[in-house]
């Protein structure tokens, strides 16, 4: 069995010696052009002159949870790709979502800025039941962030393609239904997969029907998010602000107006990273059920785009 590894930008060399130890008796190796044909590829954001040349692959594993740069590949619509399903990344949402909507439920960055002024101040409690947390998108992620905010006592709602049933949460489902989660909604949390029907789905129309005060957390892909319309939005009063973790272009550029918005937090696309070690697990096991013969979970429609 062949292993080859091709990433955009990080040395592949950790995780050629990683996966080696892994499967001891594979041959493992970093792509680059002309290298030998393989049996299954370990990627993120491969260059077109990959899938071309490596044309014997059975299955191509995409590090993290997003497949949308992947898709944009003219790709054989034969080839088994896989996603992860979690490989340590709910946890780690799960924690970020819930540090940015406590962070703004209790006003700590109205506290970060008296106290860097010298000013001992106090702000009115504010009530749970006036701040349903709504999760768009209820896939892996989504889901393990729904039931963290739960936790906290904080009203979850949220919203898939398909219709989901989880205890406490209060499901919608369906483009139908999607006026009604957002009017219903007053923090958004995006975790939607993006597809050519969610890009700019967070955009004038659907954030005008957040609820008064409402308060955006983008963790999912910078092309959900319509920037003109959030920035007036937020100018408007009908939007507090938000939290955003991703970006159209990344880095995000030393002249965007996001970098010094009062009301906008940024973060550099730290809110899930890939872990290594569990990525390498999650492969290894898929690897071994397939060649049993067994079905696997995470592979992915091509048409759907998830």
Known sequence: MKITICFDSQPPEPWVQAVQQAFADAEVYAWTPGAAQADHAIVWAPPQQFIDEQTGLQTLFNLGAGVDALLQLKLPPSLKVVRLDDAGMSVQMAEFVCHAVIRHFRELDGYD???????????????????????????????????????????????????????????????????????????????????????????????????????????????????????????????????????????????????????ITVTPHTSARTLRQESIAQIMGKIQALQRGESINGVVDHQRGY
């Not at 991703?246 to 965007?256: G, I, N, S, W």
Request: charged letters at 25%.
């Open 113 to 263: 800025a008296d106290t860097q002024a010298g000013k001992w101040t106090y702000r009115k409690p504010r009530s749970r039941t006036d701040f349903a947390v709504g999760v768009l998108g209820l896939g892996v992620l989504g889901e393990r962030v729904a039931k963290a905010l739960q936790v906290f006592d904080f009203s979850v709602n949220g919203y898939s393609r398909s219709p989901k049933d989880l205890p406490g949460i209060r499901c919608f489902s369906g483009a139908q239904a999607l006026p009604d989660f957002l009017a219903a909604t007053r923090v958004l949390v995006n975790l939607m997969p993006l597809t050519p029907e969610t890009e700019n789905i967070l955009n004038k129309d659907t954030l005008s029907q957040l609820q008064k005060g409402g308060y955006v957390i983008n963790v999912a892909r910078g092309k959900h998010l319509v920037d003109e319309d959030l920035l007036a939005l937020i100018d408007s009063g009908h939007l507090a602000g938000a939290a955003l973790d991703v970006f159209r272009t990344e880095p995000l550029p030393a002249d965007h107006v996001f970098w010094k918005h009062p009301k």
